[in-house]
């Protein structure tokens, strides 16, 4: 692969700027300053060689004012750190201006090395990492995934994904049934146990590392408290790949007996766990359609078109087995032009 151009921008000067004073502390060569990434947001992530004893490189990130703020991402780094889980150092910041110095986890993810082999023993060291984090949840270290948060993410679904996306207009009655069926998962979401939340704990945010340290676990500024389920959902039902059904099952059990074991207040019936597990997927997937979607029709990023039908197979099969979410089934059939379909299991 050939190396990403640096953007001719004014933040790339800014952020050369900081790290030449930065250079004799930490060793950094702010010539070799290289693009890492770049995600969903505003923010941009470089790499810069330093000193050895850093690691050989660092990673900076830019998260430009006013649409960033680096202050909720420092206090994350700060309590999951705290929590026995592996995020990386902070070694300088500057919140004024959006530029963090970040220990540097390399360049290989969990997206880029799961496989039917490698899978067991990373979700294991996943699997036992979430179970760390919710352990050491601190009820005022975040805010609160509150009904007005879970609401407004669910919004996107048909302000985003149905009338811009699809160009689909609801009627009066398949509105009514929509809020019906958000204010179920919204509920259901609610009376779980509130514990700390990652948000986007997946494949894409966990690096893996050796050892013990495994997973570096990155993308952590939107952390909230919110439903015990929620970054499991994230994990096993992944937004950018697919587990079959049967696996995922097995994982979501090894992780509710992790977390029995540890004193989590996890549901003691599993099928009640599983069925929160569920509609705690509905909800992050609803939202998930709206985002992709708004990505690409705002911000013009349609690499997330491809991953569309996916989470759309999530949403489906997961409310074909519940007879409450039938006004959703009934609403994406008429959307998608598909015959009624019936089946449910609960």
Request: charged letters at 25%; one cysteine or more.
């Amino acid at each position: 692969m050939h190396p990403i151009p640096l953007p001719a921008d004014e933040r790339v000067g800014l952020l050369r700027d900081w790290l030449a004073g930065l250079r004799t502390p930490y060793g950094l060569v702010p010539e070799t300053l290289s693009v890492a990434s770049s995600d969903a947001s505003f923010r941009r992530y470089f790499r810069v060689d330093a000193s050895p004893s850093l690691g050989h490189s660092l990673i900076v990130m830019d998260a430009p004012p006013p649409q960033e703020d680096c202050s909720p991402f420092v206090h994350a780094a700060r309590e999951f750190g705290l929590s026995g889980i592996t995020v990386p150092r902070v070694i300088e910041a500057d919140l004024d201006r959006g530029l963090l110095l970040l220990e540097d986890f390399g360049t290989v993810t969990y997206a880029s090395e799961l496989n039917a082999a490698t899978a067991p023993a990373l979700y294991g060291d996943a699997l036992k990492a979430l179970v760390t984090l919710q352990q050491h949840t601190r009820a005022d270290a975040f805010p609160a995934y509150d009904r007005a948060r879970l609401l407004s993410e669910l919004e996107l679904f048909p302000q985003w994904y149905v009338a811009r996306h699809l160009n689909a207009r609801l009627s009066e009655q398949e509105e009514q049934d929509l809020q019906g069926v958000f204010n179920l998962l919204i509920a259901a979401a609610r009376a779980q146990p509130q514990v700390a939340v990652h948000r986007d704990f997946h494949c894409r945010n966990l690096m893996v590392l050796p050892g013990s340290r495994n997973p570096g676990v990155l993308d952590f500024q939107d952390a909230v408290l919110g439903p015990i389920t929620y970054d499991l959902v994230s994990l096993l039902r992944d937004a950018y790949l697919r587990w079959d059904e049967e696996q995922v099952l097995d994982w979501a059990i090894r992780y509710w007996e992790r977390a029995r074991k540890a004193g989590l207040p996890v549901a003691s019936d599993f099928a009640e766990f599983y069925r929160d597990f569920e509609w705690m997927g509905l909800q992050r997937h609803l939202k998930v359609l709206g985002i992709f979607a708004r990505l690409y029709h705002r911000d013009g990023k349609d690499r997330y078109l491809a991953d569309l039908p996916r989470v759309m197979q999530y949403v489906r099969e997961a409310a074909s087995r519940y007879l409450a979410m039938t006004p959703l089934i009934r609403l994406l059939d008429r959307l998608e032009g598909r015959s009624p379909q019936v089946g449910h299991t609960f």
